[in-house]
C-alpha cells in the first residue's frame, strides 16, 4: 500500500504533515519548505510507495475480522499484497485500485502465482473515481488529506461497513480501536511501529423518533456517539451511548438502558430497563414532523 496523494496541492503540506507525525526529522523538513502549489499533475514517480511489512496486513486483515463473506476494497493497492492475503488466508472477495500501472501489472502476477485471480480484481484507477458501495471492508494507507477528503463517502457507506487505515486517522471521527504493531524495520518514521484504527460505519440516526401512545425518542449523533432524550407524557428520560453498525445501546441514570436495531423500517427495541416506557419488540420510526403523535408539547 502506498501513502497515497491525488492532488498537487497536498504535496505542499506533506514536509509539515510528515514533520508534525514525527515521520521527518526539522532538517529534512527545512530542506523541504511549502512551496506555491504547481500546476502540473503529482506525478505517480513523486508519490513514496511504502511496502506494507506481511505481518503488519495479517493484523489489519485480522483487526477488520475479514472473512468469507466480505468483499474487501484497498484503496492504494501497491503490489497487491492485502487483497491477496485477504483472498488467500481469509477466503474473501476483493479489488486493488492503484495509480501506478506497473504495480497493478505486478499485483495481477501475484494474484496469478497465489492461486486467487479468480477472485480479485486490480485496477490502475484514482481512489476518488472508484465507487465503494460494494464494499463490506475498506483497507487504506493514505495521506491524512486524503483520509478526510474521503470520510464523507466513507461515512455514508452500508452500516456496519468496516474501514481499517494504517497509521492516519479521520479526524474527529475517533476510531473503534486502535492497533499498535512493532516494525522493527520500517522505512519512514522515528517510530518503529505501526497504528493500525478501526471502524465501523455507523447507522445514520440523528433525529426524532415515534413511538405508540406518544412516545419520542430525539437522538442527537456525532459518528457512532449518541446521546437521547425519551418522552413520554410528563415522564422525560436521558441517555448516553453508541451505535455500533446497525446495533445502539445507551443508558441512562442508575443504569437504566436499552438497546435497539435499525431495520429498514424503523428502529426495534431489543432490551429494555425496567420502568422506562419502551417495551421489545417496539418499533420507532423517524417523525413526520417536529412532533409525534399524540406527543405533549412542552
Known amino acids: 500500500m502506498r501513502p497515497l496523494c491525488n492532488a498537487p496541492l497536498l504535496r505542499r503540506g506533506l514536509a509539515l504533515a510528515l514533520l508534525a507525525a514525527g515521520l521527518l526529522g526539522p532538517a529534512t523538513a527545512a530542506a523541504n519548505p511549502p512551496s506555491p502549489p504547481a500546476p502540473p499533475p503529482l506525478m505517480v514517480e513523486e508519490v513514496p510507495f511504502i511496502t506494507t511489512p506481511d505481518h503488519v496486513t495479517l493484523a489489519m486483515l485480522t483487526l477488520a475480522g475479514v ?93 456496519g461497513t468496516r474501514i481499517v487505515s494504517h497509521d492516519w486517522e479521520l479526524g474527529d471521527w475517533r476510531p473503534d480501536r486502535t492497533l499498535t504493531v512493532a516494525v522493527p524495520n520500517k522505512a519512514v518514521g522515528l517510530e518503529k511501529l505501526s497504528r493500525l484504527h478501526l471502524w465501523t460505519v455507523p447507522a445514520q440516526l440523528h433525529g426524532l423518533w415515534c413511538g405508540d401512545g406518544g412516545v419520542a425518542l430525539r437522538l442527537a449523533q456525532q459518528h457512532q456517539q449518541l446521546g437521547a432524550t425519551l418522552d413520554s407524557g410528563a415522564d422525560s428520560h436521558t441517555f448516553s451511548g453508541r451505535v455500533d453498525g446497525h446495533s445502539l445501546r445507551l443508558l441512562g441514570t442508575g443504569g437504566a438502558g436499552w438497546s435497539a436495531v435499525a431495520e429498514a423500517d424503523g428502529l426495534r427495541i431489543v432490551e429494555v430497563s425496567a420502568g422506562l416506557p419502551l417495551q421489545a419488540g417496539q418499533r420507532m420510526r423517524p417523525a413526520l414532523g417536529e412532533l409525534c403523535a399524540g406527543a405533549v408539547k412542552t
Open 67 to 159: 472473512g468469507s463473506s466480505d468483499h474487501l476494497i484497498d484503496l492504494g493497492s501497491g503490489d497487491g499484497r492485502i487483497v491477496i492475503t485477504a483472498a488467500l488466508r481469509f477466503g474473501a472477495s476483493g479489488l486493488g485500485v492503484e495509480i501506478d500501472p506497473a504495480l497493478v501489472t505486478r499485483s495481477r502476477d501475484n494474484a496469478r502465482q497465489a492461486g486467487v485471480a479468480q477472485r480479485v480484481e486490480f485496477r490502475t484507477q484514482d481512489l476518488f473515481d472508484t465507487p465503494l458501495s460494494t464494499a463490506s471492508v475498506i483497507t487504506m494507507y493514505l495521506l491524512p488529506q486524503v483520509n478526510m477528503a474521503l470520510r464523507p463517502r466513507l461515512l455514508a457507506l452500508t452500516p
